[in-house]
Structures are given as structure tokens and as C-alpha cells.
């Protein structure tokens, strides 16, 4: 299925947790899954989680 990214606005497919997706293989801790989903609706392109999780001052205190 594909979806919109609710940080950045571009199309990607999302497995829709019908099938592993490539969402599974992003390593995110315990206070980036928390921002993220307070913070958007739903799910993000690959380019932005892999910002998110790549970035160690997120989420910015």
C-alpha cells in the first residue's frame, strides 16, 4: 500500500502490517518511537525514519 510521510510529504509503500515491511529493519530506541508517535499520525517514509534514527540528539530535550 502506498502512503504519504507525515514529516515530509513523499510517497513510499508500507507493508500495512500485512507483511514484514522495511520499517521493521529501522533501529529507533524507546524515546524516538515515543516523539514519533506523539507526534505523527501515522507512518514515515524511509528517508525521514532513517534521519530520525541516525540522528542520536533526537529528540531534542
Known amino acids: 500500500m502506498e502512503k504519504a510521510c ?3 510529504g513523499r510517497s513510499f509503500p508500507c507493508g500495512g502490517g500485512i507483511e514484514p515491511c522495511w520499517c521493521d529493519q529501522v533501529r529507533l530506541n524507546e524515546s524516538q518511537l515515543t516523539v514519533i ?3 505523527f499520525r501515522d507512518c514515515l517514509c524511509p528517508a525521514c525514519l532513517q534521519q530520525i534514527s541516525a540522528d542520536a540528539s ?3 530535550s
Open 37 to 39: 508517535g506523539s507526534a
Open 6 to 8: 507525515g514529516n515530509c
Open 58 to 60: 533526537f529528540p531534542k
